[in-house]
């Protein structure tokens, strides 16, 4: 018998260990790069090595992390005693268990958690320009099911109603006195609710109105200024994935198609009489495996170094509009800027799920193959970004540790700072990072970002092997990422028509 994940498989000292050797047991006082991958599992499955993390010297605080690993699956000695010793059973279980939280993919990041409103059947991409116009968009988002809900503090539902319902009637009643004057008032009211919470500056941005002039009041006049704004925005090519309208993403896909970057599944119906009849925009859509000269493949696994890391071309279906053009997008910049011919993933096309994934509008991302300045290359996330060591944060006359500490704190891009660190895949992953954080979901859920986009380390919708939130034994935060990078459009969950 062999041990099977891919943090432990091959290392001598584990598979004896693992085989019943007894000097290969480890014991206080060990020390060696295999602790340190020992101690990084024990974080991953929930146990606490605060203080020292994965440093790879077994001392008291790994002795009392195994004591309690051991006693929590009931792995005891022959006496029916609990020791601080990692031996066959112990190994086994830890292979085990991270064989299982290695292979699956992690989630979509979670969903927004406040009180829900009906769009009444308005685009919900023109209502949150809406409510970014005003500045209510720093407490409002499209949520997963297709409500649209409050992020982050609290309000009463009336409230989060009379927002969004009154920014619907505007767009649907033709600007309507009555609906700008009642998202006036709503937004006032917004304000004094951030002012309560001892949020000044929140509160007087409510108040004015991002980026609005004093002068324009607040009111019908704010409504008809709102008009012009929304008449003059269109789908330009740097208008980012997440700020189009499926309509708006359905023309430029149109477009792609025709310029022969993809096949488009259903495509414009062209009438005996010359007629072109579009396809719906929130239908689910499919496309070859090749996008702009990009082949995508899927695999099973993370790892290159695994025998079964086969990547296969699989056509991509079920996929909302918007992740259509924002594939079309990422494999032409990938291509033209690295020389990528294909890009592989566990995860893109749509299926009976009702997240982000399900809904065909994320992507597990694991690493790209191609050739640069006549050299082939093959880079992965899990190989070539995370099993590299990060800096010893507490103490940094340390030795690098093999992984981040299990706590949420802001954290920075590992290969930033590895000493030797492989400049192309330095670039390479800093590079899709920027691109991914420029086109799609970041710092928001939704459309009408303002803030700076993000970087790694930093938080964000993107997920990666150096992402701040951590939940050790759960399948969220950067344990459940470490192989690939997430990234999505629109909000995780099921969105309505």
Not at 113 to 142: C, F, H, R, S, W
Not at 425 to 435: C, P
Not at 476 to 495: D, F, K, M
Request: charged letters at 20%.
């Amino acid at each position: 018998m062999s041990l099977n994940s891919a943090r432990f498989a091959g290392v001598d000292r584990l598979e004896r260990c693992l085989a019943g050797e007894f000097a290969a047991r480890l014991t206080p006082n060990t020390s060696g790069d295999f602790v340190a991958l020992v101690q990084q599992a024990l974080m991953d499955l929930g146990e606490s090595l605060s203080r020292f993390g994965a440093d790879g010297s077994y001392g008291g605080e790994t002795t009392a992390a195994v004591l309690a690993y051991k006693t929590r699956h009931g792995l005891t000695s022959p006496d029916g005693s609990i020791d601080g010793i990692v031996g066959p059973g112990t190994m086994g279980r830890l292979d085990e268990e991270c064989t299982a939280l290695d292979e699956v993919p992690g989630p979509c990041p979670p969903d927004s958690d406040g009180p829900a409103v009906d769009l009444a059947g308005a685009d919900e991409q023109l209502v949150n320009m809406v409510l970014a116009q005003t500045a209510a968009a720093t407490a409002i988002g499209v949520a997963g099911d297709g409500a649209t809900r409050l992020v982050g503090l609290r309000v009463s539902e009336p409230l989060a109603a009379s927002l969004v319902g009154s920014s619907a009637r505007m767009l649907i009643d033709g600007l309507g006195q009555d609906a700008a004057l009642e998202l006036a008032g709503s937004v006032a009211e917004l304000a004094g609710v951030f002012s309560g919470a001892g949020l000044a500056e929140l509160a007087s941005l409510v108040s004015l109105g991002a980026g609005w002039p004093a002068t324009v009041a607040v009111g019908t006049e704010l409504a008809t200024t709102l008009a012009a704004v929304l008449a003059a925005t269109t789908a330009a090519p740097s208008t980012p994935v997440r700020d189009l309208s499926k309509a708006s993403a359905l023309a430029e896909a149109v477009d792609h198609a025709r310029a022969g970057r993809i096949t488009l599944t259903p495509g414009p119906v062209t009438a005996a009489n010359g007629t072109v009849t579009l396809p719906d925009p929130k239908a689910k859509f499919a496309v070859p495996a090749t996008i702009a000269g990009v082949t995508f493949k899927h695999t099973q696994f993370g790892d290159r170094r695994r025998s079964n890391y086969r990547p296969v071309a699989q056509p991509l279906a079920l996929l909302d509009i918007r992740h259509v053009v924002g594939l079309v997008r990422f494999a032409m910049h990938v291509s033209a800027t690295w020389g990528v011919t294909e890009v592989h993933h566990v995860g893109i096309s749509g299926d009976a799920r009702t997240d982000c994934h399900g809904n065909g509008r994320a992507i597990d991302f694991v690493g790209v193959a191609g050739s640069r300045a006549g050299t082939p290359f093959l880079l992965t996330v899990f190989n070539d970004w995370k099993n590299h060591s990060v800096p010893n944060l507490d103490d940094r006359t340390r030795p690098r540790r093999p992984d981040w500490p299990p706590v949420t704190r802001k954290l920075e891009y590992r290969l930033a700072t590895l000493p030797g660190a492989d400049p192309l895949a330095r670039d390479f992953f800093a590079d899709l990072y920027a691109w991914v954080a420029s086109e799609y979901q970041d710092r928001t859920d939704g459309p009408g970002q303002t803030l700076p986009a993000s970087a790694i380390g930093e938080g964000s919708r993107i997920m990666t092997p150096d992402h701040p939130d951590s939940k050790p034994g759960t399948k969220n935060g950067r344990e459940a990422h470490h192989s690939h990078v997430h990234w999505q459009v629109g909000p995780t969950g099921a969105q309505a028509p």
